[in-house]
């Protein structure tokens, strides 16, 4: 090989290695800007009050507990149905009907269902649940969350079953258990870890959602567990004081972000040390 | 996995089964059913939500006809809406946003599979897909407050100094100099899109053999090389679907990019122009609309989005199965 | 698994019947961002009082209207009034609250505040881009021994729906026919020129970072970020500074008892002291009341709000309404009657 070709590659290589360096520097970077805003601004605002109280009005004392409440419930509700619908979904394309036309069409539109923007989905669960019943409900607001988490269920769960050993698959049937028993107590057990990283992916997702709330919980500006009304929730909460004239709420709004951003990155540091236990394993 | 000992795999269940006990072969009809119920409830879910998108947005199709996708005209005192400021720049912002995010993603992955010391692999990671955590209405306001202001200042104004009347740069650059438009409305998206795609790709680079890999160094090629000829290659299918489904991420973002894009529906001239987006239209003035031909024109732009992300991901189902990778 | 989900399931439904205890006296409001702020402070002291939750969630004008119309609240809010046929269309009694201004910020180094007198005329040329440079020969012949720069004119307006847009631009279609025929009035209209901020926060942002911009926003986000703003011309041709008491001043001066259904848009009033750019925001509620006792609840509320809430008003930068008009409301509550038909009010 010529010397001039030798050169070429090894700037070639060093170009390569130096982009690679430059954009994750570059990520990096934006990232503790980013983080570096949310914790000057936020961090002021945590207190104790801002669990003990609920919202105020401006110039009054108060913090985010009927939000923060809010929030926790209507997560909470729209995972249990999200993992329910997710994880039966993600089955049937893995053991049974996805390599048919009509799995192909039900893997395409989960997918779309995926990438829908959020608003939308709120618009439609105000069509029904909210119009029809003339009254905003945290529970709207919990379907509308369960609509946005179920495709991630979907394909985390088909993907993982999919990854399963087949081995497993037939060492049941050939001990002569019906493939719904080896589904529920083999493959469902042996991709535990995968099944739990696609619920807190899908957790992390609707935690910071705004747009499908605005149109279905609502808000609330006092504690109520009542999810049969409009139900206080983070997002909204965040996305009102914000942009008000008053510093006040516009501490809290920060202080608000930043709880949700914890709680996302707890969420992610706990998915990972399960995925990775699981592959310990 | 077909196995005589198991009811056929399908929704038409095929060749009766040989159970061992009649009460066996109920549940598992009955989880069998339970599983498929659900996944046609993501079906009818889907089908739900454009049909209340067509329903809603109807008066405003029936009204305005094809002409909606291609007008400009977006006045809510004469009632006169059309779709094309919005559709472009909902397609340019993402389209940039995608050019900027794909080489910083794959940038990323390959820095954490190839160039990162081990140490550092696991923090360096999980702080990328920390951006993905952070609420996006952080996104809009850190980028209104804090990088607008200087994006101005050290990137608008010298390029805007340095532009030469009449060249190619000053068309590009024109515009009000305060950090809002369509190209930080863009950056911004690409940073919100960027952990994503990172994540992905890095997830496809681990699944490339070592052997594979090893083989191709031994040859004595540099890892530049090795990058682009034996490892992109063989992800080449999987980094396609990771790169449509940041894009139709990209496309329906709303509050990151409603704070800097400058909300003007008219077509953005320049990459410093205002323009806007079809979410953040829909944002901006579904709560406000009172004139029932406004709000069935915002719900009818809401349909144009889905499309515009059906096509999307379908031509990527497409290019994934010339691929021939699992769909 | 299964196991599992079906106990999380149950214990979900569970928990969620016990706590579905009906909370003693709730009410819901939903509309206007305006008044927000004032309705939340309100809503808060008298749960203290009386132990009712009034809730109010600022969706915009237009959501309150449309939500009070598919009745999924018990009162809407709106800062555009709507007319008396469409109030009498859907069957909605209207009534005022509180008072506020629109105020013109600018970014100009080395203008103070209050420097610059501004007309409506100028005004509305500045947004339909007519005028682009701050040293224009009108914008100088209103305000001579003023220094303005040779800059161009950045133009910010909403780019979400707003009243605050609805009272601007009406005020601008008032003081200039073109203005009126080429664009109009409206809470959202197609600018001829100009950037969107979102919010009364996004137009202050910009007008902020921007020198040489111009923009539109409440009164109480110019004082609390202490932006530069303009005296405006009012109809007695007087210029005036935009403060509680002038807003105070175009209220007073108002012809409310001869406004049918409350509908009066309080933009360039007469008096010395008047601010051209001020409004009122409205509720709405049914006249047709299917529940007397929440009918009852809802003006109850506001009946308080008008005998103890205008220290809370001031205190926020609202203008409370002068005293002649709250009998005028109260009296104007006969209309809203429960099934029986009898007023549910007193």
């Not at chain 1, 747009?211 to 049969?228: E, G, K, M, V």
Request: glycine content about 10%.
């Amino acid at each position: 090989m010529s010397a001039g070709k030798l050169v070429r590659r090894r700037v070639g290589d060093l170009a390569f290695k130096a982009f690679c360096w430059v954009v994750t520097a570059l990520a990096l970077v934006a990232l503790a800007a980013i983080l570096w805003s949310l914790l000057a601004q936020g961090f002021g605002g945590l207190n104790l009050e801002v669990f003990t109280k609920s919202t105020p009005a401006p110039g009054s004392p108060g913090g985010l507990a009927n939000a923060i409440a809010g929030s926790i419930m209507m997560c909470v509700l729209a995972m249990v149905m999200a993992v329910t619908i997710g994880v039966l979904a993600g089955t049937w394309l893995a053991e049974y009907g996805g390599r048919s036309k009509y799995g192909a069409v039900v893997r395409f539109l989960n997918d779309v269902l995926l990438s829908a923007p959020s608003i939308l989905v709120g618009l439609f669960v105000y069509e029904i649940l909210v119009f029809p019943f003339h009254g905003f409900s945290g529970f709207a607001g919990s379907v509308a969350l369960a609509l946005l988490a179920v495709p991630v269920i979907t394909r985390t769960t088909e993907d993982v079953l999919l990854l399963q050993a087949s081995t497993l698959r037939e060492a049941g049937v050939a001990l002569g258990a019906p493939l719904s028993y080896v589904i529920r107590l083999i493959l469902w057990r042996s991709a535990r870890a995968g099944l739990l990283t696609g619920a807190l992916l899908a957790f992390a997702r609707i935690s910071g959602e705004t747009a499908p709330l605005l149109f279905t919980a609502l808000n609330n500006q006092f504690f109520s567990l009542d999810l049969r009304h409009p139900t206080a929730n983070l997002p909204v909460v965040i996305f009102n004081f914000a942009l008000s004239a008053y510093d006040d709420w516009r501490k809290l709004a920060w202080a608000g972000a930043l709880l949700i951003a914890a709680t996302v990155l707890a969420v992610t540091i706990v998915a990972r040390i399960v995925a990775q236990e699981q592959k310990r394993s | 996995m077909s196995d005589a000992a198991l009811p056929a795999p399908g929704p038409k269940a095929g060749a009766p089964a040989r159970r061992s006990a009649p009460r066996g072969a109920l549940v598992g009809q009955v989880f069998e059913g339970l599983c498929f119920a659900a996944a046609t409830t993501l079906l009818l879910s889907l089908g739900g939500i454009i049909g209340s998108l067509l329903i809603g947005g109807w008066p405003a199709l029936k009204r305005f006809g094809f002409g909606f996708l291609f007008s400009a005209t977006w006045n809510p005192v004469t009632d006169v809406y059309g779709a094309a400021g919005p559709i472009v720049g909902t397609l340019v912002t993402a389209a940039l946003a995608l050019a900027i995010a794909l080489p910083v993603a794959g940038g990323v992955a390959f820095f954490l599979t190839e160039l990162c010391p081990a140490p550092l692999r696991r923090p360096i990671g999980t702080a990328v897909e920390l951006l993905a955590g952070i609420p996006s209405i952080v996104y809009g306001m850190w980028g209104l407050f804090v990088f607008a202001p200087l994006f101005a200042k050290y990137i608008q104004l010298p390029l805007m100094a340095a532009a030469k009347p009449g060249s190619l740069l000053e068309t590009l650059t024109t515009g009000i100099p305060n950090g809002s438009g369509i190209l930080p409305a863009s950056i911004i998206l690409a940073i919100m899109i960027l952990p994503f795609m990172a994540a992905t790709l890095r997830e496809l680079l681990l699944t490339v053999p070592p052997a594979v890999r090893e083989s191709a160094y031994g040859l004595g090629a540099t890892t530049a090389e090795v990058v682009m000829s034996v490892t992109l290659p063989y992800v080449r299918a999987g980094a396609i679907g990771a790169v449509m489904l940041g894009l139709g991420r990209a496309l329906g973002e709303t509050m990151a990019v409603t704070f800097i894009i400058g909300n003007s529906h008219s077509f953005p001239k320049s990459l410093f122009d205002s323009g806007s987006t079809i979410a953040s239209t829909i944002a901006n003035e579904f709560t406000e609309a009172t004139s029932p031909v406004h709000t069935a024109a915002l719900i009818a732009l809401g349909l144009v989005l889905f499309l515009i992300t059906f096509t999307v991901l379908g031509i990527a189902r497409l290019m994934l199965r010339r691929q021939g990778a699992r769909l | 698994m299964l196991k599992i989900l079906g106990a999380a399931f149950g214990a979900a439904l569970i928990a969620g019947a016990a706590t579905m205890a009906h909370a003693a006296g709730s009410i819901s409001g939903a509309g206007a961002t305006f008044p927000q702020p004032v309705y939340a402070k309100w809503a808060e002291t008298y749960k203290a009082q009386t132990g009712t939750s009034l809730n109010y969630q600022a969706i915009g004008s237009g959501g309150g209207i449309k939500q009070i119309e598919a009745s999924t609240v018990d009162f809407g809010a709106s800062d555009k009034p709507l007319k008396p046929d469409d109030l009498a269309a859907n069957g909605l009694a209207m009534f005022p609250t509180v008072v506020g201004g629109v105020v013109p910020v600018m970014n100009l180094p080395g203008i103070k505040p209050g420097q610059l007198k501004m007309t409506g005329a100028n005004l509305a040329d500045i947004y339909r881009g007519a005028i682009k440079k701050w040293n224009d020969p009108l914008l100088v012949a209103a305000n001579p021994g003023v220094a303005l720069p040779n800059l161009p004119i950045t133009v910010v307006h909403r780019s979400d729906g707003s009243g605050t847009t609805f009272l601007f631009t009406t005020y601008l279609s008032m003081k200039a026919q073109h203005w009126a025929t080429e664009v109009g009035a409206n809470d959202s209209v197609s600018w001829p020129v100009g950037l969107g901020g979102k919010g009364n926060d996004g137009v202050a942002a910009f007008v902020k970072q921007t020198p040489g911009s111009i923009g539109y926003v409440e009164y109480a986000y110019a004082k609390q970020n202490a932006m530069t703003y303009a005296l405006m011309q009012n109809k007695n041709g007087k210029f005036v500074s935009p403060d509680a008491k002038n807003f105070a001043a175009a209220a007073a001066n108002a012809k409310w008892a001869s406004a049918p259904g409350f509908y009066l848009l309080l933009l360039d009033q007469p008096g010395a002291e008047a601010w051209p750019i001020t409004g009122a925001t409205f509720i709405l509620v049914h006249t047709k009341q299917t529940d007397a006792a929440k009918g009852k609840e809802v003006l109850s509320f506001f009946d308080w709000c008008y005998k103890n809430g205008d220290g809370a008003a001031d205190q926020l930068d609202y203008v409370p309404l002068p005293p002649a008009v709250k009998d005028l409301i109260r009296k104007s509550w006969t209309k809203v009657v429960g099934p029986d038909g009898k007023p549910v009010y007193k």
